[in-house]
Nanobody, 121 residues
Framework: QVQVMESGGGLVQAGESLTLSCTAS?????MGWFRQAPGKEREAVSC????????YYTDSVKGRFTVSRNNSKNTLYLRMDSLKPEDTAMYYCAQREYPGCSRARSAYKAWGQGTQVTVSS
């Protein structure tokens, strides 16, 4: 069974940066970041293919967030710059069984427990 674990969340002020990390025991799969704010549905934030050549970002984070991965360390990263209060949410890492990206939650088979990001104004 694939184990996924996020880290790096915290409380920051608007305009500051934060980097999330995620380790996963599986391999050969695309990985994604999702987030869920209170009272809202979980949404796809970013995804990166197994080879790291293709990435996806939801419109609200384009130009501010950068996803990357180090397959030798089975680690996924999400660099978040210019954070806004509306970025406040629980952030989840997830891994697919396939190398291509997907924005659908159902496409991901392994999920972490989440790490909280809170951005104060």
């Amino acid at each position: 069974q694939v184990q996924v674990m996020e880290s790096g969340g915290g409380l920051v002020q608007a305009g500051e940066s934060l980097t999330l990390s995620c380790t996963a025991s599986g391999d050969n799969g695309a990985m994604g970041w999702f987030r869920q704010a209170p009272g809202k549905e979980r949404e796809a934030v970013s995804c990166i293919t197994w080879g790291g050549t293709i990435t996806y970002y939801t419109d609200s984070v384009k130009g501010r967030f950068t996803v990357s991965r180090n397959n030798s360390k089975n680690t996924l990263y999400l660099r978040m710059d210019s954070l806004k209060p509306e970025d406040t949410a629980m952030y989840y890492c997830a891994q697919r069984e396939y190398p291509g990206c997907s924005r659908a939650r159902s496409a991901y088979k392994a999920w972490g427990q989440g790490t909280q990001v809170t951005v104060s104004s």
